[in-house]
């Protein structure tokens, strides 16, 4: 294990958490009841086939509520020169235990469907968010299940091209008509210039899965109130890179003031 794992686990250690209890039914069925509102209001999950998959904002969520957070353990390369293909592992670990409950493996590359033109940091992301999601899927599939929803995470049917596709009818021939001979426009009349087409809008740069995990164990801090707790955890899929990154500064600086005026005030 790495210094810098070795380093966050015992930061996230010392972190007040929920005292929801994995092991008892009426509890975790609780939460399930509220995971799946939290989803349906935040569209966190995809439907295949008619069902619904929660994506992997949802299932950190679950985590979250119950002390559990996702630690990515390494991410390796392993392209050659046909393939741009990652493999991440990623441990989740209990802040209440201070030990590590589970893990998970997966893989991105750009010869799966719909990835052929995809960067390689976006292959290697990718590689990330799914072992975060299968993670938590190796423990808390049964609370997603009582949820309503089913124990596989989204950005796993996107694997090997698992979204269906609908077949296309066969084409038959359609004898075409003889176009009628068009008269000359007169000489008077201009050209109209055909517009231009509307410049392309780019998609924004959602926060990173890292950046949420970080708002997350942050949150879980003592000082921060659990309203506040709740409005951001609402609000974290809304977050762009940038505004993430100013989130994070100003839960560290509120961690910093509320723990130095306590200290004053002692």
Same mark, same amino acid.
């Given at each position: 294990m790495s210094e810098a794992t070795k380093t966050t686990k015992e930061q996230v250690? @010392? =972190? @007040? #958490?929920?005292?929801? %209890?994995i092991s008892r039914s009426d509890e975790t069925l609780h939460l399930a009841t509220d995971l799946a509102k939290f989803i349906k209001d935040n569209k966190l999950s995809t439907t295949?086939? *008619?069902k619904e998959f929660v994506n #992997?904002?949802?299932? !950190?969520?679950? *985590?979250?509520r119950l002390g559990i957070v996702p630690i990515v353990d390494h991410v390796i390369n392993v392209s050659n020169e046909q393939? +741009? @293909?990652? !493999?991440? @592992? #990623?441990?989740?670990? %209990?802040?209440r235990s201070g030990h590590t409950v589970g893990a998970g493996f997966? +893989?991105?590359s750009n010869k799966e469907q719909g990835k052929k033109f995809y960067q390689e940091f976006a292959i290697m992301s990718m590689a990330q968010t799914r072992a975060i999601g299968k993670a938590y899927r190796n423990i808390l599939a049964? +609370?997603?299940?009582?949820a309503g929803y089913e124990p596989t995470p989204a950005e796993e049917m996107e694997y090997g091209g698992n979204t269906p596709t609908v077949a296309q009818p066969a084409m038959t021939a359609v004898p075409t008509a003889t176009p009628a001979p068009v008269a000359a426009a007169p000489a008077s009349m201009k050209a109209v210039p055909a517009e231009a087409p509307a410049p392309e #809008?780019?998609?924004?740069?959602?926060? =990173?899965?890292? !950046?949420?995990e970080e708002i997350i164990r942050l949150l879980n801090h003592p000082v921060i109130s659990r309203p506040e707790k709740t409005k951001m955890l609402l609000n974290i899929n809304r977050l762009d890179e940038e505004r993430a990154t100013q989130a994070i500064a100003k839960l560290k600086k509120a961690i910093d003031d509320r723990e130095n005026g306590q200290a004053a005030a002692a």
């Open positions: 250690r @010392k =972190t @007040k #958490v929920e005292s929801y %209890d295949v086939q *008619g #992997v904002e949802g299932w !950190q969520y679950a *985590g979250s393939e +741009i @293909k990652y !493999q991440a @592992k #990623v441990t989740l670990f %209990d802040m997966a +893989i991105c049964w +609370i997603i299940r009582a #809008v780019s998609a924004p740069a959602y926060a =990173t899965a890292s !950046q949420k």
